[in-house]
């Protein structure tokens, strides 16, 4: 079903612009590569919010029809968990599929979210994706135009774009700068023999200045001889009228402790893992571990997995129709505790049938003649123990 156009776009549909990212020393960079290699590349608790989102999504069962299907094939983990990295940062995901000599798709890979472009035809409507690599353009049909398979393209929610999604990297960057900045003094406290600087106070009785040879003289012999974690410790020796003014700050103002704990659950939230999993202090939203586990798993990767499975059942049913692949809640542990209650809440439903009970547990219909001894009650109960 295609909902209806409010507004004509250009052709060359341009990816969205970083709003409100300004290169600056504590700010994240406009680029989505240069942002990505800030976050992900560098920043320990974003990366490891992503990676642990991405690799649940990808380690999930999958299951077609409670049997094993070829579709599954397609459908690896490592793919999972590329793509959910590229929703999850970029908003936006591709995937690509090959045939077979009797025309199905045999394999699929991921594009590159920041190397696609979108082309749209006079209504507005995509009309192909353009894929640029290595100084290379090639266009992707977004409809099976009778040679090739359409391109897959999945998204988050973006409501202020009518095609690309919206991810989280965004949301999550000026946490991401304030904890890379507070790295980056910590870093530099170390260096400078883990102390606050000071000043080199010049004192004579006729109120003399240095001149501009002895000043830069001066600065050059504290800057080698004195500064820097080789340096820590070495007692300093200084000349005439010379004395050593030690500039102390207050704890409030050395301690980031409150800031980057307050930043890292901010990242944390933005790409929707609870912070006890990622070791932040104080953090007591959750009681156990065990609880904000499967707050991960309702919240963020069952979501997230619906929406690829959703996708990939949309695109495959060209060549199977009817197919749903959807995530094997039975067989993934953080979920076991809410499935034994639901199976007990079954069970003891008197009044529901069997084949009633089996699909209310996802299980389907028995679909054979004949019950167990003991009859139907005795065969569920047998079943949902």
């Not at 070829?70 to 690896?76: F, G, I, R």
């Not at 894929?131 to 090639?138: F, L, S, T, V």
């Not at 890379?180 to 200045?209: C, F, M, Q, Y």
């Not at 993934?332 to 009044?351: G, K, N, S, T």
Request: net charge negative; proline share 7%.
């Amino acid at each position: 079903m295609r909902w209806p156009v409010f507004q004509r776009k250009d052709m060359a549909f341009p990816r969205p612009a970083a709003a409100g990212l300004r290169a600056g020393a504590t700010e994240l960079p406009a680029s989505y590569e240069a942002r990505v290699e800030e976050a992900y590349g560098r920043n320990a608790i974003a990366q490891r919010a992503v990676r642990l989102v991405a690799e649940a999504a990808g380690h999930a069962p999958l299951v077609v029809a409670g049997a094993d299907h070829p579709a599954l094939a397609l459908l690896s983990g490592m793919l999972r968990e590329t793509i959910a990295t590229h929703l999850l940062l970029h908003g936006n995901a591709y995937v690509v599929f090959g045939l077979d000599a009797a025309g199905r798709p045999a394999e699929a890979w991921p594009l590159r979210p920041e190397r696609v472009q979108i082309e749209l035809d006079a209504d507005g409507w995509p009309r192909a994706y353009l894929h640029k690599a290595g100084g290379r353009a090639q266009r992707f049909p977004a409809d099976w135009d009778g040679e090739r398979p359409p391109l897959l393209h999945l998204r988050m929610v973006n409501p202020l774009d009518d095609h690309l999604g919206l991810g989280c990297l965004g949301a999550a960057a000026d946490a991401v700068a304030l904890l890379n900045a507070a790295a980056r003094w910590n870093r530099s406290l170390i260096a400078n023999a883990a102390r606050p600087s000071g000043a080199l106070v010049h004192e004579t009785k006729d109120g003399t200045p240095l001149s501009a040879e002895q000043f830069e003289r001066l600065r050059e012999e504290v800057e080698g001889a004195f500064q820097g974690a080789v340096n820590a410790g070495r007692p300093m020796l200084l000349e005439g009228g010379l004395r050593w003014q030690p500039i102390a700050l207050t704890p409030a103002e050395l301690d980031f402790g409150r800031a980057r704990e307050a930043a890292a659950r901010e990242v944390a939230l933005a790409f929707g893992v609870p912070p006890m999993l990622l070791g932040l202090p104080g953090d007591a939203t959750y009681a156990n571990y065990a609880q904000a586990n499967v707050a991960l798993w309702r919240l963020t990767v069952l979501p997230l997995l619906g929406r690829i499975t959703d996708g990939f059942s949309r695109q495959l049913s060209r060549w199977w129709p009817g197919l749903r692949i959807e995530p094997d809640l039975d067989a993934i542990p953080a979920l076991w505790a809410d499935r034994e209650a639901l199976w007990r809440h079954v069970a003891a439903a008197d009044f529901l049938s069997v084949d009633e009970k089996r699909e209310l547990l996802g299980w389907g219909r028995r679909g054979r003649t004949g019950e167990a001894p003991g009859g139907a009650d005795a065969a569920v109960a047998g079943d949902a123990a």
